[in-house]
Every structure is written in structure tokens, then in C-alpha cells.
């Protein structure tokens, strides 16, 4: 079984241009993996906006996945840079491992679906880590399209 995901940074897009990938993508289902998605630097992606938005606009479903998401203690770091990005990768892996997020999932919630999370492109973020997590700890199979 094969599924394509989307991911997907809200930062340095309008809203026009959010909504309109989502809707090109044909996403049907949006699995926020934010720490933070009711932040004011979230604009139109907060979590009591998003979800009306989404269905209004994307004939779209709201999700938030909070395990799939870092701790405060392990971002933090990193985003004052006393950490280095593999070992912000390496805590993050490890902390999905603990969580078992892999069994936490019903195959079906991923398709059609978009990982959303701030950073505009995938390389440095954990939205491409998850994915390639799920990969080497699931029968899911995935392949993965970062909207940009």
C-alpha cells in the first residue's frame, strides 16, 4: 500500500497561496504537527480559525497531532542554536520512538492528508522527519510531496 502525504509551512505564503495548495493537492485531511498552533505569528493557521477555513474553502478536515510534534525543551534549543540540527533530529527521533507514534494511526487518516507545521521548506523541519519516521517503523509506505 502506497500513500502520497503532502507537507506544508504556513510562513512566507498568504493565505491565498496556503489555500490554494492545499486545494491543487487535493488534500482532504490537515494533521497539524505545531507545538505552538495558537500563536499570534500563526495568522490565519490558528487553531480555532484553521478548521473553518479548511472546510470552507479546501472541503477540508482539521486535525491536530500533538505527538507528532516537539517538546518545548527539545525546540527550544535548537531555535537559539545551542543545539545543532542533527542533534535536534536525533532528540526528535528518539522522542517519537518513546511516543510510539506509529501505533498510534490509522492507515486511512493519511490519505489525502497534509502535514502542517511553520517552516516554509521541509529540509530542516520536523514535518519531513515524521514521515520518514513512519517509513522505517510502519507498513504505511509513504511518499511524500512538500507543497512549497
Not at 62 to 69: E, K, M, R
Request: with cysteine.
Amino acid at each position: 500500500m502506497t500513500n502520497t502525504v503532502c507537507t506544508l509551512g504556513f510562513t512566507q505564503k498568504s493565505a491565498s497561496q496556503f489555500f490554494a495548495l492545499l486545494r491543487n493537492a487535493q488534500v482532504k485531511t490537515v494533521l497539524d504537527v505545531r507545538l505552538n498552533n495558537v500563536s499570534q505569528l500563526a495568522g490565519f493557521t490558528k487553531r480555532d480559525d484553521l478548521p473553518f477555513f479548511l472546510r470552507e474553502l479546501c472541503d477540508a478536515d482539521y486535525v491536530h497531532v500533538p505527538d507528532w510534534a516537539p517538546t518545548t525543551a527539545l525546540l527550544k534549543p535548537y531555535k537559539q542554536g545551542d543545539i545543532s540540527w542533527q542533534a535536534y533530529e536525533d532528540g526528535f527521533l528518539n522522542l517519537m520512538s518513546q511516543r510510539h507514534i506509529e501505533k498510534n494511526l490509522p492507515p486511512a487518516l493519511l490519505q489525502n492528508a497534509c502535514l502542517l507545521c511553520s517552516e516554509h521548506l521541509p529540509h530542516q523541519c520536523h514535518r519531513r522527519l515524521v514521515i520518514e519516521y513512519l517509513n522505517q517503523h510502519s507498513q504505511l509506505g509513504l511518499t511524500v510531496k512538500h507543497l512549497v
